[in-house]
């Protein structure tokens, strides 16, 4: 007895109203209205109910006749891809023998503050829909998907029946591994100079000697080997290959400085976005690849390495990466690298100062990074800031904040300057702009030969 109280209330709570339903009572109690002044129009009004109540118990046998009629599947990756469009495709498939208009309800992340992401189709009889979304993440970490719900009307449209998908699931957002696949298919295909990668000519011969072969029309005479041409009595010619198994090292600031945000994303989870990148570049063409992140401490430091699990090891680290609000200590980021990094190594500072005093503070330790290994540091442009200069000033106040916002962009340009007369590599920046710029200093130091 009990179960069949249960089931009444399972199939009044999944029976809804449509608009065409209380439009239908509306006339009906219009109907009424004026049958109390002449008598003729009630008796309209009572065989109009009676035509109404038979029409709706018609629409409740056709929705309700069998208990699975309609199967919804949601196939989801196994994670998503942070800064990345990702797609989320659903599947209806309806067993009723007649066309049903559906309204479709998925219960996505409070993390994409989207409150409606709902679909109205049609779906033939016992037939079948294909839709899809896409969701973009803007934060590292696990997102919760709730249930699908469906409303379906059959072709009366009076009642709907409600079905109820219970397919909650937790989906991690890891770094943007959508971006490095990208990059990986543009390395691959040689096609980088889609992507904004300037081609970088190689000068001199900064390279591994790989073997001797005979001479080619075309190839550059400076390259021929006199004495293995004197023995085989032919042109013989030296081959090079690109210099391999060179350390490349991401080092993230995970401190304050990097949490600014940009288009819903932190500078830290650009710098992380690209970090991942470049990594999987560096393996590509046949360097090691190793990733430091730090603030006041050394959160994880990962040696390079070319082995073909390091990649995972990189993707793993950065998406547990946990963002800091302390000042980064520079001081033991130089002590440590000094004892554990020994071979001289490409480092990518991903960092962000804001004023030529915040320089100073560290710039002993920079300097001295800088002598045993090749030093790149990439800070940020403030596109902000940029925006206001180019504004036209209505009054002293905005005069003065464009004046101030002058000041912060020359700072910029200042700590550029500084690094420059150290030694020091630099890269000033947009953030959207960090990606292809990374990879063209990546690809003009191997062919420089300056590593």
Not at 71 to 82: A, D, G, V
Not at 104 to 128: H, K, N, T, W
Request: glycine share 4%; hydrophobic share 45%.
């Amino acid at each position: 007895m009990l179960a069949f109280i249960q089931n009444i209330r399972l199939f009044i709570r999944n029976t809804g109203f449509s608009f065409w339903f209380y439009l239908a009572l509306f006339l009906l109690s219009l109907l009424y209205i004026i049958g109390f002044i002449f008598p003729r129009v009630a008796t309209v009004a009572h065989g109009a109910t009676w035509f109404f109540v038979l029409v709706a118990v018609s629409d409740l046998i056709l929705l309700n006749y069998r208990k699975h009629s309609l199967k919804i599947t949601r196939s989801l990756p196994q994670r998503f891809s942070n800064g990345d469009d990702n797609i989320v495709p659903i599947c209806c498939q309806s067993l009723f023998p007649f066309t049903i208009r559906v309204h479709l309800i998925d219960e996505i992340p409070v993390q994409f503050q989207y409150r409606d992401m709902s679909f109205y189709i049609m779906i033939s009889a016992e037939g079948s829909h294909q839709l899809s979304y896409s969701v973009k993440p803007l934060h590292r970490g696990n997102y919760e998907f709730g249930r699908t719900l469906a409303y379906v009307y059959s072709p009366v449209r009076l009642l709907s029946r409600r079905f109820v998908v219970e397919n909650e699931t937790t989906i991690p957002v890891y770094p943007g591994f959508i971006q490095m696949q990208k990059y990986q298919m543009m390395v691959i295909s040689n096609r980088l100079v889609d992507a904004g990668i300037k081609p970088i000519r190689k000068v001199g011969h900064h390279s591994e000697f790989d073997q001797i072969r005979h001479y080619i029309s075309g190839d550059d005479y400076r390259l021929i080997n006199w004495k293995a041409t004197a023995r085989k009595a032919e042109p013989m010619v030296n081959q090079f290959i690109e210099e391999k198994s060179q350390p490349v090292y991401s080092l993230i600031d995970m401190g304050r400085n990097m949490q600014s945000p940009f288009h819903g994303m932190t500078l830290l989870d650009y710098a992380i976005n690209t970090s991942l990148i470049i990594s999987n570049i560096a393996l590509l063409k046949s360097d090691k690849a190793g990733l430091v992140t730090f603030s006041k401490n050394i959160d994880s430091l990962l040696p390079a390495t070319n082995q073909a699990i390091q990649m995972n090891r990189i993707m793993e680290l950065l998406y547990k990466a946990q963002t800091r609000f302390d000042e980064p200590n520079y001081e033991l980021l130089y002590g440590t690298l000094c004892r554990k990094i020994t071979q001289r190594s490409l480092l990518l500072l991903f960092t962000n100062f804001e004023s030529p005093v915040s320089l100073q503070k560290q710039l002993k330790y920079l300097a001295g990074l800088a002598k045993d290994h090749l030093l790149l540091v990439i800070f940020f442009k403030n596109t902000e800031l940029y925006r206001l200069t180019h504004l036209e000033p209505k009054n002293t106040r905005e005069v003065y904040i464009q004046t101030i916002a002058e000041k912060l962009i020359f700072d910029k340009t200042l700590i550029e300057k500084e690094l420059h007369r150290y030694g020091i590599l630099t890269l000033l920046t947009e953030p959207q702009n960090l990606t292809p710029q990374i990879i063209n200093e990546y690809l003009k130091v191997k062919a420089l030969g300056m590593l």
